[in-house]
């Protein structure tokens, strides 16, 4: 943890100058909404720590319920609390200070703008087929080593339906589960959701989880078939009501997704990319991975 530097966070501080940002904004988010407001009216420090977009979107996602966000997570939050109007006065620029800087600030901005377009990379290592038959699939694959199945979803009326302006032309009323780290449930329209995606700039975006998609929009169902080498189903043996979650529907933009984890089900599951990319970790190297520090797993 380091603290940050400038002519102005000792003065505006005070005692609270020998703390580092990260226990400062820490100590800020166990406050409420209400007291954060006022605490940003102590000083020129207090005020851009209490304007923190991050420390907003969790006091956000900590009401649970519909969310429609506002383009910034703090007029969000109020707005779901009845604090401020749509027009309120108070949604004109952020005020400006010189002589502060905060190296811990700067490092969680720059996560939350940064691209990963650079950081991915196909070296070739795995195995791509795309006429596997079921008995050859479980002899030289299943269980052995990965392999990725090409062309499988090439016929799937989702491959050209699924697309964000079409989804949600059709289903934009449609609310949609959340995933996000506060245990509170989150639903989205899907309208409100891809205005979302295109106005944040969030170092952990929210996305679309939703295992009940099915349910809700049955339409989607007919766009995808579950591929030939998949369909053995053991929850089958299991009243309807009974199976556990066994299909997701996803969306998110860049930078979302959950971190490195161990599927909690421990189940076998095939997933569909039809934009975008998934990681995946090769077994000798899962226990390093998913219990590796938060900072090295963002990296990852």
């Known amino acids: 943890m380091e603290a940050a530097s400038g002519g102005r966070r000792g003065p505006a501080l005070g005692a609270l100058a020998v703390l580092p940002d990260e226990v400062l904004c820490a100590v800020v988010d166990l406050l409420p909404p209400a007291d954060i407001g006022r605490l940003a009216c102590v000083s020129s420090a207090m005020y851009i720590l209490c304007n923190e977009e991050p420390l907003w979107m969790s006091k956000c996602l900590s009401i649970g ?6 383009g910034s997570w703090k007029k969000t939050t109020l707005s779901r609390l009845g604090l401020c109007s749509e027009n309120d006065e108070n949604w004109q620029k952020p005020r400006q200070f010189d002589g502060f800087s905060s190296l811990y600030l700067y490092r969680r901005w720059y996560r939350c703008v940064t691209s990963l377009s650079s950081f991915s990379f196909d070296d070739g290592h795995v195995e791509r ?31 050209t339906k699924w697309t964000l302006q079409q989804l949600t032309r059709d289903f934009g009323e449609v609310p949609f589960r959340i995933s996000q780290r506060s245990p509170q449930k989150i639903t989205m329209k899907l309208k409100d959701y891809v205005s979302y ?11 679309i989880f939703d295992d009940k998609f099915g349910e809700s929009v049955p339409a ?38 959950a971190s490195w ?4 089900g421990l189940t076998s ?32």
């Open 261 to 264: 984890h161990v599927d909690p």
């Open 220 to 257: 989607l169902l007919k766009d995808y078939s579950v591929p030939h080498l998949f369909q053995e189903d053991f929850f089958d043996i299991l009243d309807y009501d009974q199976r556990p979650a066994f299909r997701w529907f996803i969306i998110g933009p860049e930078r979302s997704g």
């Open 197 to 207: 995606m295109e106005l944040q700039h969030d170092e952990d975006p929210l996305y």
């Open 65 to 70: 319920g519909p969310l429609e966000y506002k």
């Open 269 to 300: 599951a095939w997933n569909t990319l039809l934009c975008g990319r998934k990681r995946f970790g090769p077994p000798f190297v899962l226990t390093i991975l998913v219990n590796m520090p938060v900072r090295l797993q963002w990296v990852m």
């Open 129 to 159: 087929k795309d006429d596997l038959v079921l008995d050859q699939f479980r002899s030289q694959y299943d269980g052995k080593g990965p392999v990725l199945l090409t062309k499988l979803a090439e016929t799937w009326p989702a491959r």
